[in-house]
């Protein structure tokens, strides 16, 4: 039970143990805010204290309909980044709450993930796995590698990431394939540029091609690497000895199809950072092959990224605390 002296304190709980930079930064950002309680709790412990706190950070927990009931002095709930898919936005709109994600573009986020794209996309290239082992082994000069120059990228949803990674992947010198559900003259994520024009030829200058969502089985066919979220259908449909990089939500791979296509030697390679289980197993016999990379959900999670999305969110809980409108964020509901 809060005490009438504890109703003077703006409380914000982060949910689970995975991602801790995400609470101590906000934690190290609002120190000197002592009317600012910050705490991180177990999964099983949120349902018994969620009802104290007035927003919730909720990383990788799914608030589903029950959950969000006991959060009877819960003003905002909001995601560590830009996915708000583990919340149900429509028992928070019913019961009075917002939903709200912290826009990728403003904090690096978007900017931290297309760097891991390249890097998963290079480290497959250049077989890394099969480089320590040479190194264990004592043996130079190899193995023989790939390089990006000449490469075609299918970028699959132009999204925040999408953009700033065809922006990163120009100067390598590859071709730049891009696809999203619909097309719009403000197609520069995040800008600030009001000419519909200038908007329009920076995007044409970054994509060599755009297609829509229905092209995306025609594009996997013209692709070297694919970069996006992949459903089980669409391997099949990548050409043969193509790479599959997905830093985005790992639940959409279909593990069964995955692990089909690389036994088999149609998909040329695998690099994750999100995956369909996680924390990841790390038996799983998928990592028998050595054209498999994964890293532990890492790609937004930069010192930069992390210092300026804790900032977000201590200056929401300040702009809460005060009484004021709460900006800075993207609200969903």
């Known amino acids: 039970m809060t005490t009438e002296n504890d109703k003077r304190i703006t409380r914000i709980l982060f949910c689970g143990p995975h991602f801790p930079a995400s609470q101590n930064y906000t934690k190290e ?45 819960m003003k905002l709930l909001m995601q560590f980044g830009v996915g708000v898919e583990g919340i149900d936005t429509i028992a928070a709109t019913r019961c009075g709450i917002k939903v709200a994600r912290i826009p990728g573009g403003a904090t690096g986020n978007a900017t931290s993930c297309a760097e891991m794209a390249i890097y998963l996309m290079l480290g497959l290239l250049r077989k890394q796995n099969e480089m320590q082992i040479s190194v264990q082994q004592k043996k130079l000069g190899e193995p023989v590698g790939e390089t990006l120059l000449g490469k075609t990228v299918f970028i699959m949803g132009f999204g925040n990431i999408g953009f700033q990674l065809a922006k990163r992947l120009r100067p390598f010198e590859v071709k730049i394939i891009a696809t999203k559900r619909s097309w719009s003259p403000s197609d520069t994520p995040d800008s600030c540029q009001s000419n519909e024009h200038v908007q329009n030829n920076v995007i044409d200058d970054l994509i060599d091609e ?31 000895g193509a790479l599959l990089v997905n830093i ?13 296509h690389l036994e088999s030697g149609h998909l040329g390679g695998l690099g994750i950072d999100v995956a369909w289980s996680e924390p990841f197993d790390p038996h799983d016999p998928i990592l028998k092959f050595k054209n498999v990379l994964i890293t532990p959900h890492v790609a937004g999670v930069t010192e930069h990224s992390y210092r300026s999305m804790a900032k977000v969110v201590g200056d929401v809980a300040l702009q809460l605390h005060d009484g004021h409108p709460l900006w800075g964020i993207e609200f969903v509901n």
């Open 29 to 73: 950002y609002l120190q000197n805010y002592s009317f600012i309680q910050v705490d991180a709790v177990p999964f099983d412990k949120v349902l018994d204290v969620i009802a104290d706190y007035h927003i919730c950070v909720v990383k990788d927990m799914r608030l589903d309909s029950n959950v969000i009931s006991h959060a009877k002095n």
């Open 210 to 240: 755009k297609g829509s969502h229905e092209e995306i089985f025609k594009f996997a066919c013209k692709a070297d690497i694919v970069a996006g979220i992949i459903n089980k259908n669409f391997i099949s449909s990548m050409r043969k």
């Open 248 to 260: 985005a939500r790992g639940k959409l791979l279909d593990y069964d199809a995955v692990a089909y």
